[in-house]
């Protein structure tokens, strides 16, 4: 991609980031446009010879475009009729889902926790010519005041059990009384199962698997999605 083409802040915001580390932009497509994610191209020069397997609860998934962000962002892409809907991701990281979800004409906004984080997704949305993307700095332990979304979306967030209840709160005061969730994960993650034990007392939930190859080998993502109960 030509850098040049960006505007003038998320071009700023490239070179300073790239001063740092490699960059690299993906290609998604959702729909029939192109999603540009911008990625950090040498995931070793971001650990600094950590292990990242030292400590989990450490890793920092978000540098990562992980399996279930990419089936979520298919489904969120092929969205119809949501013109005028926002819809809010959760541990956006990356931002896939969400940035296929603006293509396909949600007013999206990307929220994590971590500057850096929003850096990348700004200049991602830039690249990908979305405009119609906002971002947040947000906190589950003590989430901002936001309006409530249409959409809830959220790909491997559910990776600590100690944040289970805070995110339960986040989806009752984020989502609309009418609105729907959709959260993507590995079935091999182990603390889904946890999470919709939980969430089942407030919600309905449903499920659909979703089977792709990784380097010869089948995945599957299982899907769910959640709608508030007694309505």
């Known amino acids: 991609m030509d850098i040049r083409t960006l505007p ?59 399996d279930s962000a990419m089936v979520l962002s298919y489904v969120l892409g092929a969205q119809k009729n949501v013109s005028g809907k926002r819809l809010l991701e959760l541990g956006a990281g990356l931002g896939a889902p969400g940035l296929a979800a603006a293509a396909a004409g949600f007013d999206v906004t990307l929220s994590d926790y971590e500057d850096i984080i929003l850096d990348f997704q700004k200049v991602s949305a830039a690249a990908s010519k979305l405009d119609n993307v906002e971002f947040c700095h947000f906190d589950w332990l003590n989430p901002p005041d936001l309006q409530p979304f249409d959409v809830l979306a959220g790909a491997e967030i559910l990776f600590r059990e100690e944040f289970f209840q805070p995110l339960l709160s986040v989806f009752s005061s984020c989502l609309k009384d009418d609105g729907v969730i ?32 990784r380097d010869g080998k089948k995945v599957t993502i299982i899907v769910n999605r959640l709608r508030k109960k007694n309505l």
């Open 182 to 213: 959709y959260l993507a994960h590995d079935s091999k993650r182990q603390s889904l199962g946890k999470f919709l034990k939980l969430a089942q007392n407030d919600f309905e939930i449903g499920l659909k698997e979703q089977e792709i190859k």
């Open 8 to 66: 003038e802040p998320e071009r700023d915001i490239y070179n300073r980031i790239k001063k740092k580390y490699s960059l690299t932009f993906d290609r998604l497509r959702a729909g029939d446009k192109n999603i540009r994610l911008l990625k950090i191209a040498d995931l070793e020069q971001f650990l600094e010879g950590k292990d990242p397997f030292a400590d989990v609860s450490e890793f920092p998934f978000w540098i990562r475009l992980w």
